[in-house]
């Protein structure tokens, strides 16, 4: 089974919209992370936001927030006020575990291509 | 800081030959990670370092070897290059567990032909 689901090959959003990219997480473990990277055509990876699977509120950072469903096992990125600058592949990722060599696994999903319209 | 770095940027490679990725990291980090990244399957962890002097395997280990004999480094190496390892291999450290993200270098980008 997948780990990590990412069900939006590609999206489209008008700049200055808010746009949310689907992920969906497979795991029996109750220590885990999620993590979302933006990869623009550069090809360099970004590190956008953290959600810890005990964090009872969801994780924002500037206009990117997380919005995490732990019972459906969701962890979704919402970008607000969509720039042009955004337009990139974006990827979900789970750590595994609390430490050790497991808790240092990830697993990535396979991304979701955004694109902003002027 | 130069971060993560990657040596070399491109490589092609016939079937059969060997080679070594170089990834170097000035943060300290204890964690260092190999991926790679093909067309429509995201990032694949290959091996992976808890600290100087080990390695694990990841998700895709077959075909590829490490090394990890300095905090600083981390060695992938291909002894027997097939076309199936064209593809682009990032390389990532981390300083700690839990929250702690990756920082990635730059990516390799390798052609076996």
């Known amino acids: 089974a997948q780990k990590i689901t990412q069900t939006q090959p590609g999206m489209f959003v008008q700049e200055k919209e808010a746009v949310t990219l689907d992920c969906t997480y497979d795991?029996?473990?109750?220590?885990?992370?999620l993590f979302w990277y933006k990869q623009p055509s550069s090809g360099e990876m970004i590190f956008l936001i953290y959600q810890g699977s005990y964090d009872q509120q969801n994780a924002t950072e500037g206009r990117y927030s997380l919005n995490f469903q732990k019972a459906r096992k969701s962890a979704n990125l919402v970008i607000s006020a969509s720039q042009l600058g955004d337009s990139a592949m974006y990827f979900c990722a789970m750590r595994e575990g609390g430490g050790g060599w497991t808790g240092n696994q990830f697993y990535f999903g396979t991304g979701t291509s955004l694109t902003v319209i002027p | 800081n130069a971060g993560v770095t990657q040596t070399p940027k491109f490589r092609v490679l016939k079937t059969g030959q060997s080679m070594t990725l170089l990834c170097a990291q000035d943060m300290n980090h204890e964690y260092m990670y190999w991926y790679r990244q093909d067309p429509g399957m995201g990032l694949r962890l290959i091996h992976y370092s808890v600290g100087e002097g080990t390695t694990a395997k990841g998700e895709v280990p077959d075909g590829y070897n490490v090394s990890r004999l300095k905090k600083q480094n981390f060695l992938l190496g291909l002894e027997s290059a097939a076309p199936s390892q064209t593809s682009v291999y990032f390389c990532a450290s981390r300083r700690g567990t839990e929250g702690y993200e990756q920082y990635f270098g730059p990516g390799t980008r390798l052609t076996v032909t």
């Open positions: 795991t029996s473990d109750p220590s885990y992370g």
